[in-house]
Protein backbone atom coordinates (compact mmCIF):
# COMPACT_ATOMS: atom_id res chain seq x y z
CA UNK A 1 0.00 0.00 0.00
CA UNK A 2 3.30 2.80 0.92
CA UNK A 3 4.51 2.47 -2.54
CA UNK A 4 0.87 1.98 -4.32
CA UNK A 5 -0.20 5.53 -2.43
CA UNK A 6 2.90 7.22 -3.17
CA UNK A 7 2.84 6.72 -7.26
CA UNK A 8 -0.58 7.25 -7.62
CA UNK A 9 -1.39 9.99 -5.01
CA UNK A 10 2.52 11.80 -4.20
CA UNK A 11 3.85 11.85 -7.88
CA UNK A 12 2.43 13.78 -11.09
CA UNK A 13 2.54 13.60 -14.61
CA UNK A 14 4.89 10.04 -14.78
CA UNK A 15 6.38 9.34 -18.00
CA UNK A 16 5.13 5.93 -20.01
CA UNK A 17 7.71 3.77 -18.98
CA UNK A 18 8.96 5.50 -16.10
CA UNK A 19 12.45 5.04 -13.86
CA UNK A 20 11.66 4.35 -10.69
CA UNK A 21 14.29 4.10 -7.99
CA UNK A 22 13.70 2.45 -4.38
CA UNK A 23 16.17 3.04 -1.63
CA UNK A 24 15.63 0.32 0.65
CA UNK A 25 14.58 -2.25 -2.01
CA UNK A 26 15.66 -5.19 0.20
CA UNK A 27 13.05 -4.69 3.39
CA UNK A 28 9.97 -5.97 2.90
CA UNK A 29 8.03 -3.03 1.58
CA UNK A 30 10.42 -2.30 -0.91
CA UNK A 31 10.30 -5.73 -2.31
CA UNK A 32 6.80 -5.09 -2.92
CA UNK A 33 7.32 -1.29 -4.24
CA UNK A 34 9.38 -3.21 -7.41
CA UNK A 35 6.30 -4.82 -8.42
CA UNK A 36 4.13 -2.07 -7.86
CA UNK A 37 6.25 0.46 -10.23
CA UNK A 38 5.77 -1.79 -12.54
CA UNK A 39 2.05 -2.48 -12.43
CA UNK A 40 1.88 1.41 -12.68
CA UNK A 41 4.38 1.50 -15.68
CA UNK A 42 7.91 1.57 -14.86
CA UNK A 43 10.04 0.47 -17.61
CA UNK A 44 12.66 0.28 -15.20
CA UNK A 45 13.12 -0.14 -11.86
CA UNK A 46 16.49 0.58 -9.73
CA UNK A 47 17.05 -0.98 -6.05
CA UNK A 48 19.44 0.30 -3.63
CA UNK A 49 20.19 -1.53 -0.43
CA UNK A 50 23.25 -2.74 1.56
CA UNK A 51 23.27 -6.15 1.05
CA UNK A 52 24.40 -7.16 -2.27
CA UNK A 53 23.32 -10.96 -2.09
CA UNK A 54 20.00 -9.87 -1.07
CA UNK A 55 19.48 -7.73 -3.77
CA UNK A 56 20.34 -9.82 -5.98
CA UNK A 57 17.19 -11.91 -4.86
CA UNK A 58 15.03 -9.07 -4.60
CA UNK A 59 12.18 -10.25 -8.33
CA UNK A 60 11.75 -7.87 -11.34
CA UNK A 61 14.60 -5.31 -10.04
CA UNK A 62 16.15 -4.39 -13.65
CA UNK A 63 19.34 -3.41 -12.04
CA UNK A 64 20.66 -2.44 -8.48
CA UNK A 65 22.76 0.05 -6.17
CA UNK A 66 24.89 -1.32 -3.53
CA UNK A 67 25.09 1.47 -0.81
CA UNK A 68 28.73 1.67 0.60
CA UNK A 69 29.79 2.23 4.35
CA UNK A 70 30.32 5.31 3.91
CA UNK A 71 27.73 6.22 1.65
CA UNK A 72 29.36 8.46 0.20
CA UNK A 73 31.52 5.91 -1.46
CA UNK A 74 28.62 4.57 -3.31
CA UNK A 75 28.53 5.05 -6.73
CA UNK A 76 24.94 5.86 -7.79
CA UNK A 77 25.60 6.14 -11.62
CA UNK A 78 23.28 3.85 -12.55
CA UNK A 79 20.24 5.95 -11.36
CA UNK A 80 21.34 9.21 -13.50
CA UNK A 81 18.08 9.48 -15.32
CA UNK A 82 15.48 8.20 -13.15
CA UNK A 83 11.46 10.19 -12.60
CA UNK A 84 10.62 8.51 -9.68
CA UNK A 85 12.06 7.46 -6.18
CA UNK A 86 10.85 6.12 -3.14
CA UNK A 87 12.17 6.07 -0.21
CA UNK A 88 12.15 3.72 2.63
CA UNK A 89 15.44 4.50 3.99
CA UNK A 90 16.02 8.23 4.52
CA UNK A 91 19.11 9.93 6.30
CA UNK A 92 22.55 9.99 4.95
CA UNK A 93 21.35 7.39 2.33
CA UNK A 94 18.98 9.85 0.94
CA UNK A 95 21.39 13.04 0.71
CA UNK A 96 24.00 11.46 -0.96
CA UNK A 97 21.79 9.83 -3.78
CA UNK A 98 19.92 13.17 -4.21
CA UNK A 99 23.28 14.61 -4.19
CA UNK A 100 24.66 12.28 -6.89
CA UNK A 101 21.52 13.51 -9.08
CA UNK A 102 22.45 17.43 -8.81
CA UNK A 103 22.67 19.09 -11.99
CA UNK A 104 20.60 16.59 -13.85
CA UNK A 105 18.58 18.29 -16.32
CA UNK A 106 15.53 15.61 -15.77
CA UNK A 107 13.09 16.33 -13.29
CA UNK A 108 12.73 14.54 -10.74
CA UNK A 109 10.04 13.46 -7.92
CA UNK A 110 11.51 11.88 -4.70
CA UNK A 111 8.69 10.80 -2.18
CA UNK A 112 9.89 9.94 1.06
CA UNK A 113 7.80 6.46 2.63
CA UNK A 114 9.66 4.85 6.09
CA UNK A 115 12.87 5.86 7.79
CA UNK A 116 14.61 2.34 8.17
CA UNK A 117 18.21 4.14 8.88
CA UNK A 118 17.70 7.60 10.28
CA UNK A 119 14.78 9.99 11.14
CA UNK A 120 17.24 13.06 10.22
CA UNK A 121 18.46 13.85 7.09
CA UNK A 122 20.60 17.09 6.77
CA UNK A 123 19.87 18.32 2.74
CA UNK A 124 22.17 21.35 1.94
CA UNK A 125 19.86 23.98 0.47
CA UNK A 126 22.46 24.41 -2.23
CA UNK A 127 21.14 21.01 -3.09
CA UNK A 128 17.84 21.71 -3.25
CA UNK A 129 18.29 24.21 -5.62
CA UNK A 130 20.81 22.18 -7.99
CA UNK A 131 18.07 20.86 -10.36
CA UNK A 132 14.26 20.07 -11.05
CA UNK A 133 13.55 18.46 -7.79
CA UNK A 134 10.11 17.35 -6.23
CA UNK A 135 10.10 16.25 -2.55
CA UNK A 136 7.20 14.62 -0.63
CA UNK A 137 6.09 12.43 1.32
CA UNK A 138 3.71 9.64 1.52
CA UNK A 139 1.58 7.79 4.34
CA UNK A 140 -1.80 8.71 5.89
CA UNK A 141 -1.69 12.09 6.54
CA UNK A 142 -0.40 12.78 3.15
CA UNK A 143 -3.86 11.49 1.15
CA UNK A 144 -7.21 10.62 2.36
CA UNK A 145 -8.88 7.46 3.34
CA UNK A 146 -11.14 8.29 0.16
CA UNK A 147 -8.21 8.14 -2.20
CA UNK A 148 -7.46 4.80 -0.45
CA UNK A 149 -10.56 3.28 -1.04
CA UNK A 150 -10.13 4.32 -4.88
CA UNK A 151 -6.94 2.89 -5.25
CA UNK A 152 -8.03 -0.37 -3.13
CA UNK A 153 -10.28 -1.73 -6.03
CA UNK A 154 -7.29 -2.32 -8.16
CA UNK A 155 -4.47 -2.61 -5.68
CA UNK A 156 -5.67 -5.84 -4.39
CA UNK A 157 -6.45 -7.39 -7.25
CA UNK A 158 -2.64 -6.57 -8.61
CA UNK A 159 -1.04 -7.99 -5.52
CA UNK A 160 -3.32 -11.30 -5.85
CA UNK A 161 -0.75 -11.38 -8.88
CA UNK A 162 2.22 -11.09 -6.73
CA UNK A 163 5.11 -13.60 -5.92
CA UNK A 164 5.43 -12.72 -2.30
CA UNK A 165 8.64 -13.74 0.12
CA UNK A 166 7.91 -16.87 2.03
CA UNK A 167 7.18 -16.45 5.75
CA UNK A 168 8.37 -17.86 8.94
CA UNK A 169 6.31 -18.08 11.63
CA UNK A 170 7.96 -17.49 14.77
CA UNK A 171 5.54 -18.30 18.25
CA UNK A 172 4.97 -15.05 20.56
CA UNK A 173 6.66 -16.12 23.38
CA UNK A 174 9.44 -16.24 21.42
CA UNK A 175 9.81 -12.82 20.28
CA UNK A 176 12.75 -11.99 22.66
CA UNK A 177 15.11 -14.42 20.79
CA UNK A 178 13.95 -14.31 17.28
CA UNK A 179 13.86 -10.19 16.98
CA UNK A 180 17.56 -9.95 17.06
CA UNK A 181 17.89 -13.13 15.22
CA UNK A 182 19.17 -11.55 11.80
CA UNK A 183 19.29 -15.24 10.15
CA UNK A 184 15.18 -15.25 10.14
CA UNK A 185 15.44 -12.02 8.09
CA UNK A 186 17.75 -13.39 5.62
CA UNK A 187 15.09 -16.23 5.06
CA UNK A 188 12.33 -14.31 4.23
CA UNK A 189 9.04 -12.33 6.35
CA UNK A 190 8.82 -13.26 9.80
CA UNK A 191 5.37 -13.70 11.38
CA UNK A 192 4.75 -13.97 14.78
CA UNK A 193 2.02 -16.22 15.87
CA UNK A 194 0.22 -16.77 18.97
Known sequence: MSSWMAITNRTTNL????????????????RLAV?????????????????????EKVEGLDDFVVLQNPVAETDFS???????ILDYVYGDAAVQLLTSLARSRKPVQYVEIGSLAERTADFPSALLRSFDL?????????????????ELHTLVAKMAEWKLLSAS??????????????????????????
Not at 137 to 150: D, F, P, T, V
Not at 174 to 189: F, V
Open 15 to 30: PNGFTAVILGATSASG
Open 35 to 55: HTAKALGAGTVVGVARNAVAL
Open 78 to 84: KIQGCDV
Open 134 to 150: TVRGAGAGSWSIGALQK
Open 169 to 194: PVPLKDIETAWNDGSLAREGRVVFVP
